[in-house]
C-alpha cells in the first residue's frame, strides 16, 4: 500500500495520538455527562477514529468541513482546541460556540469547521453551496461533508448529490456508514445497502472502504481528493464503520446485540493501527504510554478549563440572533 | 424633488435585481426557471442575457437543496439572492431556512455570517386554488433569526432587495404576484429604501389603517373613498413583519385612538394577533374602542372567482368595517 510507504514515524505518531485522544475524550465525555456536567444530547464517536482521522489528515487548512451532531471526534481531529470543545459541552461562555450550541454544535470559523449540525442531512446543503461559492470565487479549497448513513436516505442527501454532479463542484461526500440511523439497522432503512452505488446515479465517482482501518481511509480520501482536483467534480467516499457505544447517552441498545458489538470492537482501529506502527517500528511501546500519558493530561486540562469557565450572563440570551454589524 | 416614473411591481423588481448584481460581484441569482425562461412570472426576464449562467443560476426542483446552498454559498462569502419561485413551494425548503440560515449566527455564538436573501412571491388572486394562494408570512415572521419583509408598494418594490443585500443576516421578502402587473408612480431615483421600519403611507386622525402586502393598496383605496365621507384614515404599511417595529403603530393609534388590522393571511396565529397584543400590552388606555380585524377567512382557498374574492378582505369590506367602528 502507498500510503503505509510514505507514512514516517512523526505522521504516524501524530495520527495515533488524534485517535487515542478522541477515543479517551469520548469516555470522559460520558463520565461528565453521568456526573451531570455534560447535559442534552451526547453522541459519541468511540470506534469510529480511523474515519475523522483518516479523512481529515488529508485536507489543507482552507478546506471547509462539516459535520453532524457526532462531531467531537472531527473537531478534535482538525486541531480545534480541546478546552474549547470541553467548554462548549460545559455550555460555558469560553466554549467554541460560546456555549450556545453544546455538544451537537461545535464550530470554529478560524479552523474552516463548520458544525456540528442536528438535522440528519441537512447540512448537506450548505457542504455544496460552499463549493459553489469556492468555484465562483475561483478558490482551490475542498468542501468536506461528514455524514451517516441515515442521512442518506433523506431527500437533501440525493438533491445535493445531483446539485453537486451537476454544477461539479468540489465537495466530497463521507458517509460514516455505521450501520445504525439511531436504532434502526441498515437492512430496513435502505433498499441498496452498498451506498456508495447511489453515486453512479448522478455520475459521481465513489468508493467504499474500511472505515476501521485508518491506513485503507488515508488511501481512499488521497484517491478521492485528487479525483476532486484534477476532474473538479465532487465524490462520494463511503467508510464503513461501527459506532462501539450507544446512539446517545439515552439509548438502551435494544436493537442490536452484545455480541455483534464484540465482534465489531475485534475491528477497533486503534489496537489495529497501533500494531502497524510498532510492526512498521514507527513507534515503540514506551511511545505509546507517553502519547497516553500526554492525552490524559490534556483532558485533564480540558476539564479543568471547562470547569473554571464561566457561565454567559444572562441579560445577553438575545445575542447572537442578529448580527451586531450593521452590513457585510 | 425628482421626476415621477411610471412603472410595474415586476419592473421594480426587475430593476432592483440589475442594481445589485451590476454593484457586487459576489451576487447571484438562482431559483427555478429564473434563467432561460425569464423568471415564472418573467421578473428575471434577459437577466441571463446579460449576467450569464453564472449569475443568474436555473436550478432543478429541488427547493431544500438549491435554499440550503444558497444559505451555503452566503456562508462561504458570496451574496446569493434565492429565489423561490411561490412561498407555496417553501415548506420544501423550511428547513434549512429555519433550521440552518435562522440558527448558524447563534449556534456558532456569532462566529457565521448568513448574508443571503429569499424572494418568494405569494398571497391570493389569480384563481390558482388551494395548493398555490397561500399567504404564508405568519410562519416567516415566527422564527427569531430572519428579517423578513413584505412588498407592499412599489417603492418598495424597487428599494427592498437593494437593503436586504446588505444585510449580514438572513433576509426573506414576500413579493405579491397578483400585483406584478401593477402600474403605479415611483421617483425616478427611487432605490435604497430602509428596512427597519414600518412606514405612515397617509396621514389621518380618525382610525389607523395597519396592513402590509396586497393589504397596503386596499387600505389606502379605502382611505381615499373614506376621505369622500369625511373620515379621516390613517394607513401603515408594516412592511418589516421581523423583527416587527411596534413604534409606528403604537403612536398612530396613540393619536388616532382606533385601529383596524388588515391582512391577507388567515385570521388565527396571524401578522394581525401579534399586532393586536402589542397594542393591548402597549396603547390600550389610548383605546377608544376594540381594536378590530379583518383577515384571511379560514379556508384553503377555493377556485372559483367570487369565493377566492370572499376568501380575503376588499375595499368593500374595509370601508363597512371602519363605518361601523366610527358610526356605531
Not at chain 1, 476532486?228 to 439515552?250: D, W
Not at chain 2, 389610548?286 to 377567512?297: A, I, K, N, S
Amino acid at each position: 500500500m502507498e500510503k503505509k510507504k510514505k507514512l514516517d514515524s512523526k505522521e504516524g505518531q501524530r495520527l495515533l495520538q488524534q485517535m487515542i485522544l478522541i477515543r479517551r475524550f469520548e469516555e470522559k465525555s460520558a463520565e461528565e455527562y453521568t456526573k451531570s456536567k455534560i447535559r442534552g444530547f451526547l453522541h459519541l464517536y468511540t470506534g469510529e477514529e480511523a474515519v475523522a482521522v483518516g479523512v481529515i489528515q488529508a485536507l489543507t487548512e482552507e478546506d471547509n468541513i462539516l459535520c453532524t451532531y457526532r462531531e467531537h471526534g472531527h473537531a478534535l481531529a482538525r486541531g480545534v482546541d480541546p478546552n474549547a470543545i470541553m467548554a462548549e459541552m460545559y455550555g460555558k461562555q469560553e466554549g467554541c460556540s460560546k456555549g450556545r450550541g453544546g455538544s451537537m454544535h461545535l464550530f470554529d470559523a478560524s479552523k474552516n469547521f463548520f458544525g456540528g449540525n442536528a438535522i440528519v442531512s441537512g447540512h448537506l446543503p450548505l457542504s455544496v453551496g460552499m463549493a459553489l461559492a469556492a468555484k465562483k470565487q475561483k478558490k482551490n479549497n475542498v468542501t468536506c461533508c461528514f455524514f451517516g448513513e441515515g442521512a442518506a436516505a433523506e431527500g437533501e442527501f440525493h438533491e445535493s448529490m445531483n446539485l453537486a454532479a451537476l454544477w461539479q463542484v468540489p465537495v466530497l461526500f463521507v458517509c460514516e456508514n455505521n450501520l445504525y440511523a439511531m436504532g434502526t439497522a441498515i437492512k430496513l432503512t435502505h433498499s441498496m445497502q452498498q451506498l456508495e452505488k447511489k453515486g453512479a446515479a448522478y455520475g459521481i465517482e465513489a468508493a467504499a472502504v474500511d472505515g476501521m482501518d485508518l491506513l485503507e481511509v488515508m488511501e481512499a480520501v488521497e484517491k478521492a481528493l485528487k479525483t476532486i482536483k484534477e476532474k473538479g467534480q465532487p465524490y462520494f467516499l463511503v467508510c464503513n464503520t461501527y459506532r462501539f457505544r450507544a446512539h446517545s447517552m439515552f439509548d438502551a441498545e435494544l436493537y442490536r446485540e452484545k455480541s455483534e458489538v464484540e465482534e465489531w470492537k475485534k475491528k477497533d482501529p486503534i489496537p489495529k493501527f497501533q500494531e502497524f506502527l510498532l510492526k512498521e517500528k514507527l513507534i515503540t511501546a514506551k511511545k505509546i504510554t507517553e502519547i497516553e500519558k500526554a492525552v490524559d493530561a490534556q483532558i485533564q486540562e480540558s476539564i479543568e478549563f471547562a470547569e473554571n469557565g464561566t457561565w454567559e450572563d444572562a441579560e445577553n440570551l438575545t445575542r447572537f440572533v442578529y448580527s451586531e454589524t450593521e452590513s457585510i | 424633488m425628482s421626476d415621477m416614473i411610471k412603472i410595474t411591481y415586476r419592473e421594480a423588481i426587475k430593476q432592483s435585481i440589475r442594481d445589485v448584481m451590476q454593484k457586487d460581484e459576489r451576487v447571484f441569482l438562482m431559483g427555478e426557471d429564473v434563467g432561460n425562461y425569464g423568471g415564472a412570472f418573467a421578473v428575471s426576464k434577459g437577466l441571463l442575457k446579460e449576467f450569464g449562467a453564472e449569475r443568474i443560476m436555473d436550478v432543478p426542483l429541488s427547493e431544500s437543496g438549491f435554499t440550503g446552498a444558497g444559505i451555503g454559498a452566503a456562508l462561504a462569502g458570496m451574496k446569493p439572492i434565492v429565489e423561490v419561485m411561490t412561498v407555496n413551494f417553501s415548506l420544501l425548503a423550511m428547513d434549512q431556512i429555519f433550521n440552518n440560515a435562522a440558527t448558524l449566527l447563534h449556534m456558532s455564538g456569532g462566529q457565521l455570517n448568513v448574508p443571503v436573501v429569499i424572494r418568494m412571491g405569494c398571497g391570493i388572486g389569480r384563481q390558482l386554488a388551494a395548493q398555490h394562494s397561500h399567504s404564508w408570512e405568519p410562519f416567516f415572521a415566527h422564527v427569531p433569526g430572519l428579517i423578513v419583509l413584505s412588498v407592499g408598494t412599489h417603492e418598495d418594490a424597487r428599494g427592498m432587495l437593494i437593503s436586504a443585500m446588505e444585510s449580514p443576516d438572513p433576509v426573506i421578502i414576500f413579493e405579491y404576484t397578483f400585483m406584478l402587473n401593477m402600474e403605479k408612480e415611483i421617483p425616478a431615483d427611487s432605490g435604497a429604501v430602509e428596512i427597519k421600519k414600518a412606514k405612515v403611507l397617509r396621514e389621518g386622525k380618525d382610525i389607523s389603517l395597519i396592513t402590509y402586502g396586497a393589504g397596503v393598496y386596499k387600505c389606502l383605496e379605502a382611505a381615499e373613498a373614506l376621505g369622500q365621507e369625511g373620515i379621516d384614515a390613517e394607513v401603515i404599511d408594516l412592511r418589516v413583519l421581523r423583527p416587527m417595529d411596534e413604534e409606528t403603530f403604537l403612536n398612530s393609534v396613540k393619536k388616532t385612538n382606533r385601529a383596524l388590522i388588515v391582512e391577507e393571511a388567515w385570521r388565527s396565529v396571524s401578522i394581525s394577533s401579534e399586532v393586536i397584543s402589542r397594542i393591548m400590552e402597549k396603547a390600550f388606555f389610548d383605546l377608544d374602542g376594540p381594536v378590530e380585524r379583518l383577515c384571511g377567512v379560514e379556508v384553503p382557498i377555493p377556485y372559483p372567482k367570487h369565493l377566492e374574492d370572499a376568501s380575503v378582505p376588499q375595499v368593500s369590506d374595509i370601508l363597512d368595517k371602519v363605518k361601523k367602528m366610527l358610526k356605531p
